[in-house]
């Protein structure tokens, strides 16, 4: 039996479709990953084979009001999972790099967060290298699906309501689509290696920045809204955000023989399951 923790949220919402009576789904209504105790207990009275961690704090520029409850979500919770759990897939982010880069990133390359947010991710990471038994780390980015609140969604809601917006130019990353990541996690699951511990990336193929993703939602959902490229400086927010964070997923790809589709692509299909496509 698997758990996917986070089960409420995108990722958990596309796991559950796909490993459906397979696994036990938990939230933070029903699992606090934060008390050790809370997860010990836990897994003393269920045998789990392995965690799928998509639980997480993402409030990226409130975690730099709210450090500590970023870090007893993101660190502490992932620790106790990987101890007690032991085999686990734990999914990070791209903002554990600093975004200086001007090539894709690989597993090898340095971290280094400019953000609350970030170096909580980053001390999860380390918790699960060092504490599971068995472990693979996916960091992925621009995770959206056709629930919860995510960017796609606040463009389209923005674009019914405004004739123009203002989106920033300078922010370069991957788009990733939640049903693809979740697929790939249900590929991997069994392939998992006892007592080996690995570093991936996944996001979906391809490069654009945030301008590039709100001009192709209003131009495939067939909306008016004008969208307007603007810098990071004018649009200032109180975490830093990484300004290049593709990664680059070779190692993935290979390892587990992954064909992972363009951000386009999968736009286009998530547009029309919500009937957006215009």
Known sequence: MYLVTGANGQLGAELRKLLKESALYVDRENLDISSETAVKDFFKRNHIDCIV?????????????????????????????????????????????????????????????????????????????????????????????????????????????????????????????????????????????????????????????????????MRIAGLSCEINPVESKDYPTKATRPFYSVMSKEKIKCDFNLDIPHWRDSLIEVLKEMKEFG
């Open 53 to 217: 961690n998509c639980a997480a704090y993402t409030a990226v520029d409130r975690a730099e009001d709210e450090p500590l409850q970023a870090d007893a979500v993101n660190h502490q919770g992932v620790k106790w999972l990987a101890k007690y759990g032991k085999s686990i897939i734990h999914i990070s982010t791209d903002y554990v790099f600093d975004g200086t880069h001007s090539r894709p990133y690989c597993e090898t390359d340095r971290p280094n967060p400019v953000s609350s947010y970030g170096k909580s991710k980053l001390a999860g990471e380390q918790a699960v290298m060092d504490v599971a038994e068995t472990a693979v780390v996916i960091r992925t980015a621009w995770l959206y699906s056709a629930q919860g609140d995510n960017f796609l969604k606040t463009m389209l809601r923005l674009g019914k309501e405004r004739s123009g917006l203002n989106v920033v130019s300078d922010q370069v990353g991957t788009p990733t689509f939640a049903g693809d990541l979740a697929k790939a996690i249900v590929k991997i699951l069994p392939q998992v290696q006892k007592n080996k511990k690995n570093i991936y990336h996944f996001t979906n193929e391809g490069v654009c920045s945030w301008y590039d993703f709100a001009h192709e939602i």
